[in-house]
């Protein structure tokens, strides 16, 4: 009975759940006038298939437009077309031959699900060869009509490329200097409103943004861009230094509140200054403000304590003022030069090791691969010998559909049969009003091609039934009649949604497999950080390992929430799965806040009776996320907590008394973060993988 109702839950949560539009209203008209305009001027010039190779050309690769710096943005662009164009080639050539067409769909499936090892990006150049392969060979040509066709296809999508990359030469850097005044917005949020755990709303999905934007594959290059990854650099160790200073005020009414309220005034007119791309006037006062301040807290300090971090926080916030009047296209030349290494982390390998390393039944990429391939090919095979009419819906849907993980097979199936039913019954009754009026359909299809992509994160549902009309509009100029194929297209659709739904149950990757792997590395991960903090290591280091953490904490999070929307999770791995992430994030911040006690020119003396207990704390939870993968709970060293309590009877006996509470506080917290990672290991080391 409880599984029937959390099905039917999940049936209706599914139907009913929008998220909010994460696209900008000015990229989804872009992308539609990408498709409408060359339709437009096609029927008007008297060359209707020329329109309508272009338009499907730019329409196949519409999310292949995504944020990113320019360079990234036409390479995946170019990429998608290119893919298109190839697909649609081979399409039209060869669709007429069931047999050359099945190893096509075979092949096309295997290495098009195989690129989600790249990420959703590149998955998506895959999902459009699919497409294109399919719906194309439902209209072979001749050689020169094949070239002919791939060749405008491939224009369409290069088209959408030109409208998405329009402004480059206006505004270069624009999605970088964006991304960094995000970050600069939640620091200043950060320093109104300090958080122990240096955990400001938004700031760390912020940072992973900038770092995949600075430092990502395709990244830009320039001058400006070295000034970008050193006010990336600074706001790590802004954000470091807002922690320690937070952790160290005893009162509010302290001399750290002032400054602070100071330096959120400078970091403010520095994210305005990067979003509007302008000399940062307004910061540089704001500076001077700032500094002024600093010298009439510090007059007679010592220089210890929160004043030493005071120091450190005006001289970054100086650097980043002086940075900010070389990011961008008109303070390049006056930028300094400075070769900045990608870090290891962040680094990809090539592409070819990372599909060889993925080539084996245990990849979840691999068994993704196999079941596009083999749908793909079936899927095309049975509307063939069939003989379904307007059978390409049927492998069309099939590819668009089936996704690596269950939860997503299943939610996109479901809101495909009815987004499409919504929208076929939508268009038949617009285009019943206008059956003669080309240009009423071009601005129905126009209508229909915007809010699709507009709505299509916030609900797939309602942004399947646009991109139905679209399609349905498109293929009228075709002479493919719209009325007498609906019936048609919803049984293909809701075949290929059964046919990818069902290749995954019969061949799953289910996320119970795999999410202790996943809190694993993320635990792991969070030990290498702590590890970097018993001899300090370099700056550079330890942002690489901050780097990896992230990537880590990523990929847990991202497990915890596949294996939520998965039927039939144990409820005890669920509940370990949750409980160990968010202990997890506990304990990062916990080490995160040490390290900003210990980002300043010199390391305290005092840190060498710290020193020992991190890497005694830091093995211990390293057994912890080990244990984790063989189901078996280990122990944490009993005397973890005596050691706590003789470091803080140690320090006890320094000079800097502010410094030795907050270490004291500090491992008291790490020492309870790692005991309750134990706790939750071994109280559920019973838990079937």
């Known amino acids: 009975m409880t599984k029937s109702y959390s ?69 995946r662009l170019f990429l998608a077309a290119l893919a298109a164009g190839v697909a649609s080639l081979v399409g039209f050539v060869i669709g007429d031959e ?118 990502g594959r395709h990244h830009a290059h320039g001058r400006a861009m070295e000034a970008f990854r050193v006010l990336l650099e600074l706001a790590e160790r802004i954000r470091l230094e807002l922690v320690a200073m937070a952790e160290l005020e005893v009162k509010r009414e302290s001399m ?48 210890t304590g929160v004043g030493a971090h005071i120091q450190a926080l005006s001289g970054q916030l100086a650097a980043v003022v002086r940075n900010t ?74 590819a668009i559909v089936l996704r690596p993980d269950f939860a997503a097979t299943f939610n996109f199936g479901l809101l495909r049969v009815v987004g499409t039913v919504l929208g076929l019954m939508l268009t038949t009754f617009v285009l019943r009003l206008t059956p003669d009026v080309v240009w009423a359909h071009i601005a129905v299809m126009g209508v229909l091609c915007v809010a699709f992509r507009y709505l299509a994160v916030a609900h797939y549902g309602i942004a399947v039934a646009a991109l139905t009309g679209t399609v349905v509009v498109l293929l009228s100029f075709e002479g493919v009649d719209p009325f007498n194929a609906m019936f048609d297209r919803v049984l293909n659709t809701a075949l290929g949604s059964a046919m990818a739904l069902l290749a995954y149950v019969l061949w799953p990757s289910w996320e119970r497999s795999r999410a202790r792997i996943a809190l694993s590395e993320m635990l792991c991960a969070y030990a290498d950080y702590l590890d970097t903090l018993v001899e300090p290591a370099d700056r550079g280091t330890r942002h690489q390992v901050r780097n990896a953490t992230r990537t880590a904490r990523t990929n847990a999070q991202a497990s915890v929430d596949r294996l939520r929307a998965e039927p039939g999770t144990p409820a005890v791995l669920q509940e370990l799965a949750e409980t160990l992430y968010a202990n997890g994030n506990r304990l990062a911040r916990t080490a995160m806040t040490l390290e900003a006690l210990i980002d300043v020119d010199e390391v305290p003396a005092e840190w060498a009776h710290v020193g020992p207990f991190i890497r005694e704390a830091a093995m211990a939870l390293r057994a912890q996320g080990e244990a984790l993968t063989v189901a078996e709970g280990a122990t944490v060293p009993p005397d973890l907590r005596l050691h706590q309590r003789a470091l803080v009877q140690a320090l006890a006996r320094t000079k800097d008394r502010e410094l030795a509470e907050a270490i004291g506080r500090l491992t008291d917290r790490l020492t309870d973060n790692v005991d309750t990672v134990a706790h939750v290991v071994t109280r559920r080391s019973v838990t079937p993988a």
């Open 98 to 215: 069931v047999l050359p067409m099945c190893v096509a769909c075979a092949l096309c499936g295997f290495f098009g699900g195989l690129l989600v090892v790249f990420g959703a990006d590149i998955a998506r150049v895959g999902m459009t060869s699919m497409l294109l392969l399919v719906i194309t060979a439902a209209t072979p040509q001749d050689i020169r009509g094949a070239l002919s066709g791939g060749g405008l296809i491939f224009a369409g999508g290069m088209l959408l490329a030109v409208f998405s990359i329009a402004a480059w030469p206006l505004q270069r850097y624009r999605p970088e200097r964006a991304a960094l005044a995000l970050v600069y917005r939640g620091l200043a949020d950060l320093a109104r409103k300090p958080h122990k755990d240096g955990e400001a709303p938004g700031i760390t999905d912020a940072m992973n943004a900038l770092q995949l934007t600075l430092l």
């Open 7 to 75: 099905f039917r839950a999940s049936v209706i949560d599914t139907l009913i759940r929008t998220k909010r539009p994460d696209v900008p209203m000015r990229v989804a008209l872009r992308n539609t006038a990408a498709v409408v305009l060359p339709l437009a001027a096609g029927m008007y010039t008297g060359y209707p298939q020329v329109g309508i190779g272009i338009a499907a050309g730019a329409l196949d690769t519409m999310f292949s437009d995504q944020p990113g710096p320019y360079q990234q943005r036409l390479n």
């Open 256 to 303: 750290a509140e002032m400054f602070r309220n100071d330096a959120a005034r400078v970091l403010t007119a520095t994210a305005d200054a990067l979003d509007a791309a302008e000399p940062p006037q307004r910061a540089e006062r704001a500076l001077a403000t700032l500094q002024a301040s600093e010298r009439a807290l510090l007059a007679g300090s010592t220089g």
């Open 325 to 398: 009047n070389w990011a961008g296209s008109r303070g390049e030349e006056r930028a300094q030069r400075a070769e900045t290494s990608l870090p290891d982390t962040l680094r990809s390998a090539s592409p070819l090791a990372t599909l060889r390393a993925n080539i084996t039944p245990h990849s979840v990429a691999f068994r993704h691969a196999v079941r596009c391939a083999v749908v793909l090919t079936l899927a095309f095979a049975v509307s063939r010998y069939f003989h379904l009419p307007h059978g390409y819906w049927l492998p069309m849907t099939a």
